[in-house]
Nanobody, 115 residues
Framework: QVQLVESGGGLVQPGGSLKLSCVASERTFARYPVSWYRQVPGKEREWVASAASGGASNYAESVRDRFRAYRDNAKNTLYLEMNSLKPEDTAVYFC?????????WGQGTQVTVSI
């Protein structure tokens, strides 16, 4: 069983920045790919970014060049730096980890981009 705890969400104005964190209970965190997703009510959960075990990151087209996902394996933590935020980035943001074929999710953190 892996526990993930997200934090760092909040209310920010358009054009602003936020940094999300996701701390994992998994001691072998460094071995597994981790990702950020987001979801708005009534819509499917949407992939945002991933960080491979080796550190390489990939991004959805909608956030590329604005968001940066990176991991600190020594702290079992995944981060998401979000810049130039837009109202359409408003969502609950979740992290996940895929360990031995099973996917674990955190409880999510709300990000609201509004004037």
């Amino acid at each position: 069983q892996v526990q993930l705890v997200e934090s760092g969400g909040g209310l920010v104005q358009p054009g602003g920045s936020l940094k999300l964190s996701c701390v994992a209970s998994e001691r072998t965190f460094a071995r597994y790919p981790v990702s950020w997703y987001r979801q708005v009510p009534g819509k499917e959960r949407e992939w945002v970014a991933s960080a491979a075990s080796g550190g390489a990151s990939n991004y959805a087209e909608s956030v590329r060049d604005r968001f940066r996902a990176y991991r600190d394996n020594a702290k079992n933590t995944l981060y998401l730096e979000m810049n130039s935020l837009k109202p359409e980035d408003t969502a609950v943001y979740f992290c996940n980890i895929i360990k031995t074929g099973r996917t674990y999710w955190g409880q999510g953190t709300q990000v609201t981009v509004s004037i």
